[in-house]
């Protein structure tokens, strides 16, 4: 078990963040080699100003128009979003595995805060489940990739709660180290490739309202 | 002056565009007569006389010895004026007041509801239900113009109309001698919002009044050879599928976009520029011979020998140049306009400019210094070694010769016009209300 | 909750569709996603999450008891994403409900852009959408009809070159009674600007020639009308899917200010005209900028009474209300200048909520209303959230100073009976300027 858990947090790791690298280095150059080549006439318009008015703009939270009308899954979403990286960072095991790695030291969580927030996320998903299932509109637009998204969120998070709590003993911290090496390999191609492509996305819309149309665009 | 507009057929003898076959720019007018006496004089105060109602734009014989308008003596009553004299016959309408290359005042007079042209003071004796679009040959000499007539379409040259019309036409031109004219007609009447009968092909080409037996979805822009009355033009076969028709007969290829066709100086040949792939280039009766690279290519127009091509294109996505040969000039601008070659054929001046305003004039791919609030097309002299442009900056108007001022600056003014040795300008303006005709020798 | 359980019969999408086979609909989709649509679509499709925060966005949507087929995501859903999951194999059934969708029940108008965390421009995806439809063939009768019209006189209701010219010549004539010495200038070279219509005015609404003129004349203009094809600044074709065509269009709109050297053009009141001059025409051509700066009546209009050059006799005293046109001021940012305005006109505005780039389409925009009859009920029953919003201000008089969104608005008032007279700000200015005694 333990040699297992060496592998996956040894080599698997390095593994599947030398394939995150890679993946998402190629889908974002070939996406801009695509952009340069046929979108030319979008590309031409963006902007420094306008990209980073819009994406600060909609950083905050109840600022934009769909924000506004959306309350509770804003509340959701930057709770989720926030925690999430905040987990990933300062947990004190992914501290240690950096330290071990890098030699990297820095302040952590402690274990009942990271507990906390990790509950804390899970509820945020538990919310996107109930959404996707009650809201109309966002029942009639779900397809399988968006409950895989999920799926491939949630798991490292619940293994990592039940990990802390002790359920499941050794093979608990092996599923947490599994799950998100999958989460990781998973993010450029799947709905998570957001992850990658929001921030150009939101950024070109910005310049094009920005500079074509004169108007803010939250 | 302009007297002929190959490239947009619609557009009437407004604007400075020179026609491309013209081996020597100047031969148009017949200069060697003109009084070329270095100096200003006045030719007449065009002061709107109180007695009128109102008075028009003026314009200038191109030589410079007359100042003409329109005027509005009473309600519903409108002559000529030139110089101090008023025309003693009045119309119920005047419009397009235009001098033609030989010094011939001509417009459009309606009396009776019935209009025609007014050609030095003689109406023609035919009169229309309506008159537009008028079109001169290179000399002047000979004037077409579209009409509708019976709520039928098609032209009148010389005040001979066509002896078949149609439910519609448009896109008018006429030979650079003027003896032969070509509109796209509307072969085939159509109900409303009939899209069955519009995908058939309701319109055709008519060269002096008789259709061509291919009928297609679009033409656009027919234009006329140098000199044996061939006719080229744009064509849309489908919704989708471009291409280009020259007397009658189709191109084998077809592509996703053309512009205007013109034919090589000889004659023999048709060069338009097409889209392929999302880009444009310029094939030579169908085949490719600038490859499809540019965001945009049009306005392309021969040396008088044929050997040099030239063109305006944007090598990239807002940035346009003028390419020689299909090498673009190194300097880029958001908008080129008024594309001008030398009558020798090796040099080519253009207009620059961002906005509509900042205007700059490049010859050869090199900017003058300067810029304008408005410029005209570039004018070479008949040896190609000087170029002028009129410009306007502050509301003033003045002309430029190898980028110096010449001739001061005027309330308004016309293109400027060189002498035959090409060592003398003519320049003819109004200020303060006085018709100005300023002869200047060229500066180096 | 699906397009297909609302189909509208339209002879030209069942013409089109008439000659449609899955394998042509598969070829015409790939050609489209490997030479015309890029990064743009590519990134849209994958990163939107399906949040459906865009939904509240759409009129149609909120119109309908929030039907989630009418919703952007749910519009995108049932078309681009079904075309992509599927690869483009769909059946012509499927297009003709595409086409449906594409054409009359999104307006184009971008308010979903404002919900949107990521950026997902829909009306680009929709637009995308109606040039796969166009390039099948498959379009609404009278929206191809215009275009037709546009490729064969270079303007959108078939007027002929001396229709137009007389037209003027006609305003002319009718305005010297009321103020002596009036002129439209005609091809004047180097003037100021010249003023574009679209082809309903001198078909239609002669009157609003008129007025112009009368404005123009009043304010001292140097100004001119152009007698040549390139007058009508409208563009169906780019709506239709036609881009080739609109491309046409707008050169020979350019051209003709290039060839008669006026420094601009000043254009009606006109939503997608300007839309089509600033944002997707201009692109067309390889400009980045348009080439000639083109203003609108309302920049105008600010213009002349910051200039003190129109003087008013008096103001509109009953409450007046303002319609945000979709292509001017979510599309250009004109709802600081259009207030100006109105405000110079009227003493007692009452603002609509939500408004300004916030306000919602008046559902004629994207060329739904030129779709024709079949469509009518569509767009009005469409746009419910419009009646209330207009109903909410107790306004008499509403300002729109866009041609689609009067004939819309006018369809909306008498539908939902709300009393409410509509008006161009040119139709105010020249009831409340001095004329000659």
Same mark, same amino acid.
């Given at each position: 078990?333990?040699?297992?858990?060496?592998?996956?947090?040894?080599?698997? @790791?390095?593994?599947?963040?030398?394939?995150? @690298?890679?993946?998402?280095?190629?889908?974002?150059?070939?996406?801009?080699?695509? @952009?340069?080549?046929?979108?030319?006439?979008?590309?031409?318009?963006?902007?420094?100003?306008?990209?980073?008015?819009?994406?600060?703009?909609?950083?905050?939270?109840?600022?934009?128009?769909?924000?506004?009308?959306?309350?509770?899954?804003?509340?959701?979403?930057?709770?989720?979003?926030?925690?999430?990286?905040?987990?990933?960072?300062?947990?004190?095991?992914?501290?240690?595995?950096?330290?071990?790695?890098?030699?990297?030291?820095?302040?952590?969580?402690?274990?009942?805060?990271?507990?906390?927030?990790?509950?804390?996320?899970?509820?945020?998903?538990?919310?996107?489940?109930?959404?996707?299932?009650?809201?109309?509109?966002?029942?009639?637009?779900?397809?399988?990739?968006?409950?895989?998204?999920?799926?491939?969120?949630?798991?490292?998070?619940?293994?990592?709660?039940?990990?802390?709590?002790?359920?499941?003993?050794?093979?608990?911290?092996?599923?947490?180290?599994?799950?998100?090496?999958?989460?990781?390999?998973?993010?450029?191609?799947?709905?998570?490739?957001?992850?990658?492509? @929001?921030?150009?996305?939101?950024?070109?819309?910005?310049?094009?309202?920005?500079?074509?149309?004169?108007?803010?665009?939250? | 002056?302009? &007297?002929?507009?190959?490239?947009?057929?619609?557009?009437?003898?407004?604007?400075?565009?020179?026609?491309?076959?013209?081996?020597?720019?100047?031969?148009?007018?017949?200069?060697?007569?003109?009084?070329?006496?270095?100096?200003?004089?006045?030719?007449?105060?065009?002061?709107?006389?109180?007695?009128?109602?109102?008075?028009?734009?003026?314009?200038?014989?191109?030589?410079?010895?007359?100042?003409?308008?329109?005027?509005?003596?009473?309600?519903?009553?409108?002559?000529?004026?030139?110089?101090?004299?008023?025309?003693?016959?009045?119309?119920?309408?005047?419009?397009?007041?235009?001098?033609?290359?030989?010094?011939?005042?001509?417009?459009?007079?309606?009396?009776?509801?019935?209009?025609?042209?007014?050609?030095?003071?003689?109406?023609?004796?035919?009169?229309?239900?309506?008159?537009?679009?008028? &079109?001169?040959?290179?000399?002047?000499?000979?004037?077409?113009?579209?009409?509708?007539?019976?709520?039928?379409?098609?032209?009148?040259?010389?005040?001979?109309?066509?002896?078949?019309?149609?439910?519609?036409?448009?896109?008018?031109?006429?030979?650079?001698?003027?003896?032969?004219?070509?509109?796209?007609?509307?072969?085939?009447?159509?109900?409303?919002?009939?899209?069955?009968?519009?995908?058939?092909?309701?319109?055709?080409?008519?060269?002096?009044?008789?259709?061509?037996?291919?009928?297609?979805?679009?033409?656009?822009?027919?234009?006329?050879?140098?000199?044996?009355?061939?006719?080229?033009?744009?064509?849309?076969?489908?919704?989708?599928?471009?291409?280009?028709?020259?007397?009658?007969?189709?191109?084998?290829?077809?592509?996703?976009?053309?512009?205007?066709?013109?034919?090589?100086?000889?004659?023999?040949?048709?060069?338009?520029?097409?889209?392929?792939?999302?880009?444009?280039?310029?094939?030579?009766?169908?085949?490719?011979?600038?490859?499809?690279?540019?965001?945009?290519?049009?306005?392309?127009?021969?040396?008088?020998?044929?050997?040099?091509?030239?063109?305006?294109?944007?090598?990239?996505?807002?940035?346009?140049?003028?390419?020689?040969?299909?090498?673009?000039?190194?300097?880029?601008?958001?908008?080129?306009?008024?594309?001008?070659?030398?009558?020798?054929?090796?040099?080519?001046?253009?207009?620059?400019?961002?906005?509509?305003?900042?205007?700059?004039?490049?010859?050869?791919?090199?900017?003058?210094?300067?810029?304008?609030?408005?410029?005209?097309?570039?004018?070479?002299?008949?040896?190609?070694?000087?170029?002028?442009?009129?410009?306007?900056?502050?509301?003033?108007?003045?002309?430029?010769?190898?980028?110096?001022?010449?001739?001061?600056?005027?309330?308004?003014?016309?293109?400027?016009?060189?002498?035959?040795?090409?060592?003398?300008?003519?320049?003819?303006?109004?200020?303060?209300?006085?018709?100005?005709?300023?002869?200047?020798?060229?500066?180096? | 909750?699906?397009?297909?359980?609302?189909?509208?019969?339209?002879?030209?999408?069942?013409?089109?569709?008439?000659?449609?086979?899955?394998?042509?609909?598969?070829?015409?989709?790939?050609?489209?996603?490997?030479?015309?649509?890029?990064?743009?679509?590519?990134?849209?499709?994958?990163?939107?999450?399906?949040?459906?925060?865009?939904?509240?966005?759409?009129?149609?949507?909120?119109?309908?008891?929030?039907?989630?087929?009418?919703?952007?995501?749910?519009?995108?859903?049932?078309?681009?994403?079904?075309?992509?999951?599927?690869?483009?194999?769909?059946?012509?059934?499927?297009?003709?409900?595409?086409?449906?969708?594409?054409?009359?029940?999104?307006?184009?108008?971008?308010?979903?852009?404002?919900?949107?965390?990521?950026?997902?421009?829909?009306?680009?995806?929709?637009?995308?959408?109606?040039?796969?439809?166009?390039?099948?063939?498959?379009?609404?009768?009278?929206?191809?009809?215009?275009?037709?019209?546009?490729?064969?006189?270079?303007?959108?209701?078939?007027?002929?070159?001396?229709?137009?010219?007389?037209?003027?010549?006609?305003?002319?004539?009718?305005?010297?009674?009321?103020?002596?010495?009036?002129?439209?200038?005609?091809?004047?070279?180097?003037?100021?600007?010249?003023?574009?219509?679209?082809?309903?005015?001198?078909?239609?609404?002669?009157?609003?020639?008129?007025?112009?003129?009368?404005?123009?004349?009043?304010?001292?203009?140097?100004?001119?009308?152009?007698?040549?094809?390139?007058?009508?600044?409208?563009?169906?074709?780019?709506?239709?899917?036609?881009?080739?065509?609109?491309?046409?269009?707008?050169?020979?709109?350019?051209?003709?200010?290039?060839?008669?050297?006026?420094?601009?053009?000043?254009?009606?009141?006109?939503?997608?005209?300007?839309?089509?001059?600033?944002?997707?025409?201009?692109?067309?051509?390889?400009?980045?900028?348009?080439?000639?700066?083109?203003?609108?009546?309302?920049?105008?209009?600010?213009?002349?009474?910051?200039?003190?050059?129109?003087?008013?006799?008096?103001?509109?005293?009953?409450?007046?209300?303002?319609?945000?046109?979709?292509?001017?001021?979510?599309?250009?940012?004109?709802?600081?200048?259009?207030?100006?305005?109105?405000?110079?006109?009227?003493?007692?505005?009452?603002?609509?909520?939500?408004?300004?780039?916030?306000?919602?389409?008046?559902?004629?925009?994207?060329?739904?209303?030129?779709?024709?009859?079949?469509?009518?009920?569509?767009?009005?029953?469409?746009?419910?959230?419009?009646?209330?919003?207009?109903?909410?201000?107790?306004?008499?008089?509403?300002?729109?100073?866009?041609?689609?969104?009067?004939?819309?608005?006018?369809?909306?008032?008498?539908?939902?009976?709300?009393?409410?007279?509509?008006?161009?700000?040119?139709?105010?200015?020249?009831?409340?300027?001095?004329?000659?005694?």
């Amino acid at each position: 078990m333990n040699s297992l858990y060496n592998f996956a947090v040894g080599p698997l @790791a390095w593994a599947a963040f030398i394939i995150l @690298a890679v993946t998402a280095v190629w889908r974002l150059w070939s996406m801009y080699n695509l @952009a340069k080549q046929k979108d030319a006439s979008s590309v031409a318009y963006m902007s420094w100003q306008f990209s980073l008015r819009s994406i600060v703009n909609w950083l905050i939270p109840y600022n934009s128009l769909g924000w506004k009308t959306n309350p509770v899954l804003t509340a959701v979403t930057f709770i989720f979003h926030i925690c999430f990286v905040v987990l990933v960072i300062f947990v004190t095991p992914h501290q240690i595995l950096l330290e071990n790695a890098f030699g990297i030291t820095y302040p952590t969580l402690s274990s009942e805060a990271a507990d906390v927030l990790t509950l804390i996320t899970i509820a945020c998903c538990c919310y996107f489940v109930y959404r996707r299932v009650t809201n109309v509109t966002v029942r009639y637009v779900t397809r399988s990739n968006d409950w895989i998204s999920l799926g491939l969120v949630a798991a490292p998070l619940v293994t990592a709660l039940l990990g802390s709590w002790g359920v499941g003993g050794e093979i608990m911290p092996l599923l947490h180290v599994l799950t998100a090496e999958a989460l990781i390999v998973a993010i450029p191609f799947t709905r998570l490739a957001h992850i990658l492509f @929001a921030l150009f996305t939101r950024a070109y819309i910005g310049s094009e309202f920005g500079g074509v149309r004169h108007c803010k665009d939250w | 002056m302009q &007297l002929y507009f190959p490239l947009l057929p619609c557009v009437p003898t407004k604007g400075a565009s020179v026609n491309p076959w013209m081996a020597k720019e100047a031969s148009m007018y017949k200069t060697e007569t003109w009084n070329w006496e270095v100096g200003q004089r006045t030719i007449a105060d065009m002061t709107p006389k109180s007695d009128h109602t109102w008075q028009e734009e003026i314009v200038m014989s191109p030589d410079g010895e007359k100042a003409s308008a329109i005027v509005c003596l009473d309600d519903a009553e409108f002559s000529i004026r030139t110089n101090d004299d008023v025309s003693e016959n009045t119309f119920e309408k005047l419009w397009e007041l235009t001098y033609a290359a030989n010094g011939d005042l001509c417009c459009y007079a309606m009396q009776d509801e019935e209009w025609t042209m007014v050609v030095a003071d003689k109406p023609w004796e035919e009169t229309y239900g309506f008159v537009w679009s008028p &079109l001169f040959s290179c000399d002047g000499n000979n004037i077409a113009t579209a009409v509708q007539q019976d709520m039928e379409y098609g032209m009148s040259v010389n005040g001979s109309i066509w002896e078949n019309l149609y439910e519609n036409a448009n896109n008018f031109a006429i030979s650079p001698d003027g003896k032969k004219s070509a509109a796209v007609v509307q072969v085939t009447p159509m109900g409303q919002a009939d899209l069955k009968t519009f995908r058939n092909g309701i319109f055709s080409i008519a060269v002096d009044g008789i259709a061509w037996d291919t009928h297609l979805m679009n033409l656009w822009t027919p234009v006329f050879d140098a000199n044996a009355y061939r006719v080229a033009a744009q064509v849309r076969l489908t919704l989708y599928d471009y291409s280009i028709i020259v007397d009658n007969t189709l191109w084998d290829n077809t592509y996703q976009g053309v512009w205007n066709p013109l034919f090589t100086p000889d004659g023999k040949h048709v060069v338009a520029p097409v889209r392929q792939g999302g880009k444009w280039g310029l094939a030579k009766d169908g085949q490719l011979i600038w490859k499809a690279t540019y965001a945009n290519c049009w306005h392309q127009q021969f040396s008088p020998d044929g050997e040099n091509l030239f063109a305006i294109v944007a090598p990239e996505y807002g940035k346009f140049t003028v390419a020689v040969n299909d090498v673009p000039w190194k300097m880029r601008s958001p908008v080129i306009t008024d594309l001008a070659v030398s009558p020798d054929g090796n040099s080519a001046a253009a207009l620059a400019n961002t906005l509509n305003t900042n205007w700059q004039i490049c010859v050869n791919g090199s900017t003058w210094n300067g810029s304008y609030d408005m410029a005209w097309k570039p004018v070479f002299c008949p040896h190609s070694s000087s170029v002028a442009a009129k410009v306007r900056k502050n509301g003033k108007y003045s002309v430029l010769v190898n980028g110096k001022n010449v001739g001061g600056e005027f309330d308004m003014c016309f293109d400027p016009i060189f002498s035959d040795d090409g060592g003398k300008v003519l320049i003819r303006g109004v200020h303060e209300g006085k018709a100005l005709r300023v002869v200047a020798n060229v500066p180096n | 909750m699906s397009i297909q359980d609302r189909k509208i019969d339209d002879e030209g999408l069942a013409y089109g569709v008439s000659k449609l086979t899955t394998d042509k609909i598969q070829q015409t989709f790939n050609a489209l996603i490997n030479n015309e649509t890029g990064a743009k679509l590519k990134a849209f499709s994958e990163t939107c999450m399906r949040c459906g925060m865009c939904a509240e966005a759409c009129h149609f949507f909120v119109s309908h008891g929030n039907d989630p087929s009418y919703a952007p995501v749910g519009k995108v859903s049932q078309t681009m994403s079904k075309l992509l999951a599927d690869n483009g194999k769909v059946t012509p059934d499927d297009i003709y409900g595409m086409a449906q969708i594409a054409y009359t029940e999104c307006n184009l108008c971008r308010r979903c852009v404002h919900y949107c965390p990521i950026g997902i421009d829909v009306a680009y995806i929709m637009t995308t959408i109606r040039r796969f439809c166009h390039k099948l063939g498959v379009t609404p009768q009278y929206i191809q009809d215009t275009a037709h019209s546009h490729s064969a006189t270079m303007n959108q209701m078939w007027v002929k070159d001396d229709e137009w010219i007389d037209s003027l010549f006609w305003q002319e004539d009718e305005a010297r009674e009321e103020f002596p010495g009036l002129r439209i200038p005609m091809d004047k070279e180097g003037a100021d600007f010249y003023y574009s219509v679209i082809a309903p005015e001198p078909k239609f609404r002669t009157q609003l020639i008129y007025q112009a003129a009368a404005i123009m004349n009043q304010a001292g203009c140097d100004w001119t009308m152009p007698s040549m094809p390139g007058w009508d600044n409208s563009d169906m074709c780019m709506y239709s899917g036609d881009f080739e065509m609109m491309g046409r269009l707008k050169r020979q709109h350019y051209e003709l200010a290039q060839n008669l050297k006026v420094s601009r053009i000043v254009m009606g009141e006109c939503g997608h005209a300007f839309r089509s001059i600033y944002d997707n025409g201009n692109r067309w051509l390889g400009y980045k900028d348009y080439p000639v700066p083109v203003v609108h009546s309302i920049e105008f209009f600010a213009e002349l009474f910051e200039q003190g050059k129109i003087k008013l006799t008096g103001k509109i005293q009953e409450p007046v209300t303002i319609h945000d046109p979709c292509n001017i001021i979510r599309g250009y940012g004109l709802m600081d200048k259009l207030r100006y305005v109105a405000h110079q006109l009227c003493d007692n505005i009452v603002e609509m909520y939500p408004n300004r780039e916030h306000n919602f389409c008046c559902s004629a925009g994207g060329g739904v209303i030129n779709c024709g009859p079949p469509f009518k009920k569509v767009r009005v029953e469409g746009n419910l959230a419009k009646a209330n919003q207009l109903k909410a201000t107790g306004a008499k008089i509403c300002i729109a100073p866009c041609h689609n969104c009067h004939g819309g608005l006018e369809d909306i008032i008498h539908h939902y009976d709300l009393g409410i007279e509509l008006k161009f700000l040119g139709d105010l200015i020249y009831e409340l300027m001095e004329k000659p005694e």
